[in-house]
């Protein structure tokens, strides 16, 4: 099993439309969540951070399910320069490595 | 400020010849990363180095050298270029007690 899944997309939403995404992990020791946003060619960027139950940052907001071992990131209001690829990761145990999933690919439309 | 930095941008080499890409970084962060990033695929650690003089295997080292003389920089080698190296190369790099991880903008590698 994969440390870190998430559906692949491609997510394709009209602008001001709520979409939403899980990512689920493997180490169920694991205490802190990140969702990175990249966009096409270029570098992984962080967007959220997520101690405990969730995380809201504007139209962003992180869940955390520990109980089920899944994040969901959900954007409200969705945006056109929303589109781009979401990463969830998940820190591995030692030395500040990171796992990433393979991302979620958004799309918003005019 | 620059924050990480990666050279070269681009490149095509060819099959068996060699090459280096070099990462720096100017915000005094202790550990660096390189990763690959393939389409379909989530980023994967190649090496890292937890300080200056330190460098540890990642998940897919094979292939790969690494250095890092210096806290600002770290070193990708890569011996005898194979077309399975073709991909994107991210360094990364972070403070200590932290997972917040800077990346730089990457390399663009092609091995005919």
């Known amino acids: 099993r994969k440390e870190v899944e998430q559906d692949p997309g491609p997510f394709n939403v009209p602008e001001g439309a709520t979409v939403a995404f899980n990512c689920t992990y493997s180490n169920s020791a694991s205490q802190s969540f990140f969702w990175y946003r990249q966009d096409c060619r270029k570098e992984p960027k962080l967007l959220m951070s997520v101690y405990s139950s969730g995380n809201e940052d504007g139209r962003f907001t992180a869940q955390l399910n520990r109980a089920s071992q899944y994040i969901s990131l959900l954007i409200r209001d969705s945006k056109l320069s929303d589109s781009a690829t979401y990463l969830c990761?998940?820190?591995?145990?030692?030395?500040?490595?990171?796992?990433f999933g393979a991302g979620t690919t958004v799309t918003v439309r005019a | 400020n620059a924050g990480v930095t990666q050279t070269p941008k681009f490149r095509v080499l060819k099959t068996g010849q060699s090459m280096t890409l070099l990462c720096a970084q100017d915000m005094n962060h202790e550990y660096m990363y390189w990763y690959r990033q393939d389409p379909g695929m989530g980023l994967r650690l190649i090496h890292y180095?937890?300080?200056?003089?330190?460098?540890a295997k990642g998940e897919v080292p094979d292939g790969y050298n690494v250095s890092r003389l210096k806290k600002q920089n770290f070193l990708l080698g890569l011996e005898s270029a194979a077309p399975s190296q073709t991909s994107v190369y991210f360094c990364?790099?972070?403070?200590?007690?932290?997972?917040?991880?800077?990346f730089g903008p990457g390399t663009r590698l092609t091995v005919l």
């Open positions: 990761v998940v820190p591995m145990s030692n030395d500040y490595k990171l796992s």
């Open positions: 180095s937890v300080g200056e003089g330190t460098t």
């Open positions: 990364a790099s972070t403070l200590a007690d932290t997972d917040t991880q800077y």
